[in-house]
Every structure is written in C-alpha cells, then in structure tokens.
C-alpha cells in the first residue's frame, strides 16, 4: 500500500525508514552520489519558495528511498526561500532515479502575498550531475585556481571573522564553485571539488552530446537545461511532464516527497 507523505510530520520524517532500506544499502554495485543543483528562476520571492519546495520534494523522496543527504551549498532569501541550493543526495540508485529533474520546473499557484488571488507563474532550474569517484576523474592541480574569502550570512562572528570560504576555477573550461556552508576551509574545499568534479564531468558529457546528430540526441533522451520540461499547477491540482506528454492529478502528496509515479514513469518510457 502507498503512503501518503503529505500527511507526514517533521517527526515522522525523523523516524522514517523504508522497508527495503536494508536490502538497497547492502547493493554496494548500484551505490551512487548525485549532486542537484536547484535555482530560482523568474518569479521573484515566489521562484525562491518554488525552490524551496522543490528541494523538500527531493529530500523527502531521499528519505523514503534510505539515501543519505548532505547540503553543500546554499543562498536563502528574505522571505524563507533558496536563491540557490546545492547538496548531495548519496545512495542505490540516486543518480539513475533522478537524472531526468534537471531542466526548468514552472509553478502556478496564487502566492501567500496574492491580495487579490491571482495565480502567478514562476520558474526554478534543476540539475542533477553524477558525482565522479576519485579514482574515475581527476582534475590537473595546475588547472585550478583557489581563492579564500570571508563568508557571508547567518553563522555569527566566527564565520564573519575568517576566510573561510572557498572559490575553485577551474581555468580551461572557466567553470567557478563557491562553497562556504562548512567553517571549516579544508571542507569547503573538499566539498567545493566534489561539486566541480561533477560539473566538469556533466560538461564534457554535454560537449559529447552536441556532436551528435540532432537525431541521435533525440533518441537518447538529450535535454537542454534551458528546456522547460514540468509544470506545476496548484488551481487544478495537476503536475504536467512535458517530454513525456503524461499529467498526475495528487500534487501535493508529489510535492511532499511522493515522487515514484514520475520515476516509475521515465522507467517504463520506450527506449
């Protein structure tokens, strides 16, 4: 029987564990990190909340599957929102499951400051990279350069006080990953390479992709970032994936972290 997660507490979601936690943790061959990147588009305040609520889908989603998370990175806004958010979902299967979220998620709903109950479209922009092993990519030290600089937002006089975070350019391909959540800079700077890693991985795979014919790309499945691929209508309680033309009538519980009806649903896509 399917449980309905929108039903969930915070308590809940701290005790949860699912049933096949066991049986997935000890599948060490089909152990993966995937590294998702989630922005607000347009929208204003809105595009940070859709963030936000984007994030939570995929946490609670990572929950349910025995995953375990970290935050790398993150940009709040004022109103409790993300500007941006980075973290690192590490699992069975984590990658394979959420590999098709990256692209640009639009929302339509009426925001809790609507006045006069318009419905608002806002955007946010997903990417899910593969996070390479240490022993499969390695990046030239004389390629990158490192900078320090002081951290910024919540953390007191600690963080404000010392050059704790880290900016990585990686000069051939002009790729740039800040990081300062850690305090620490010698984390910072791990967790700042693991994110570069996979971005420069994700690039040459794209730099591959686009050499292909048009139809090749098509046939494999190969999407722009730019791509608006779901919407998210609240009025009608209705999410749409549009590459594959198929709509889900339970919004909210999807949204609270019920994703497998769109994961089972790219599954069962005609190759």
């Known amino acids: 029987m399917e449980q309905d997660y929108s039903k969930f507490t915070a308590e809940d979601w701290k005790n949860y564990k699912p049933d096949e936690y066991k049986a997935d943790t000890d599948d060490k061959a089909g152990k993966q990190s995937a590294i998702v990147e989630i922005r607000a588009g347009q929208g204003g305040d809105e595009a940070g909340l859709f963030a936000r609520d984007l994030y939570r889908m995929y946490s609670r989603y990572g929950q349910t599957k025995g995953w375990r998370e970290k935050v790398l990175d993150s940009n709040n806004t004022s109103v409790g929102g993300y500007k941006e958010i980075i973290f690192e979902l590490d699992g069975p299967g984590a990658f394979d499951e959420l590999q ?35 022993t499969e990519f390695i990046i030239n030290p004389a390629d990158l350069r490192i900078d320090t600089y002081r951290s910024s937002g919540a953390g007191g006089q600690y963080v404000n006080k010392t050059e704790s975070a880290i900016r990585i350019t990686h000069i051939p391909t002009n790729t740039v990953v800040t990081c300062q959540t850690e305090r620490n800079q010698q984390q910072n700077k791990e967790t700042a390479m693991s994110i570069l890693g996979a971005r420069i991985l994700q690039k040459q795979e794209e730099d591959n992709l686009s050499s292909l014919s048009a139809e090749r790309r098509d046939q494999i499945g190969w999407a722009k970032r730019s791509e608006k691929i779901r919407t998210y209508n609240y009025p009608q309680n209705r999410i749409t994936d549009h590459r594959i033309n198929k709509s889900w009538h339970n919004l909210e519980s999807i949204v609270d972290g019920n994703l497998e009806p769109i994961v089972k649903a790219f599954k069962q896509k005609p190759a």
């Open 100 to 134: 098709n979220e990256g692209g640009v998620h639009r929302v339509q709903r009426i925001p809790k400051t609507e006045k006069q109950g318009r419905v608002h479209t806002s955007t946010a922009t997903v990417a899910v990279l593969l996070k390479p092993k240490k």
